[in-house]
């Protein structure tokens, strides 16, 4: 059984930062295609950002790209995602997610393991 811990979620202004962390409990975790989704209540899950290739190739939606940066911890098992510039339509519960293989990533159906979430708002 592989785990998902995310950590790192609360409440910060707009403009703030915050930096979520998931901890994975298997090796390798560098097979291990990661990525960060995001959910609204009332809306379908949305991808966020996936690390792939033992984090040599990272992606991020249009919407974060240039604001959250994704990065990994081979060693400690542990994916990260640094938030900064927060807008208020960045408030969500977010989740990490573990897959294998290189097609459809930022597809939640891809995504075999994921964490319990936690919770990220940012208020105007």
């Known amino acids: 059984q592989v785990q998902l811990v995310e950590s790192g979620g609360g409440s910060v202004q707009a403009g703030g930062s915050l930096r979520l962390s998931c901890a994975v409990s298997e090796r390798p975790f560098s097979t291990y295609r990661m990525g960060w989704f995001r959910q609204v209540p009332g809306k379908e899950r949305e991808f966020v950002s996936v690390s792939w290739s033992g984090g040599r190739i990272n992606s991020y939606a249009d919407s974060v790209k240039d604001r959250f940066t994704i990065s990994r911890d081979n060693a400690k098992n542990t994916v990260h995602l640094q938030m900064n510039s927060l807008k208020p339509e960045d408030t969500a519960v977010y989740y990490c997610?573990?897959?294998?293989?290189?097609?459809?990533?930022?597809?939640?159906?891809?995504?075999?393991?994921w964490g319990q979430g936690t919770q990220v708002t940012v208020s105007s």
């Open positions: 997610a573990a897959g294998f293989g290189s097609i459809m990533i930022s597809n939640p159906a891809s995504y075999t393991y």
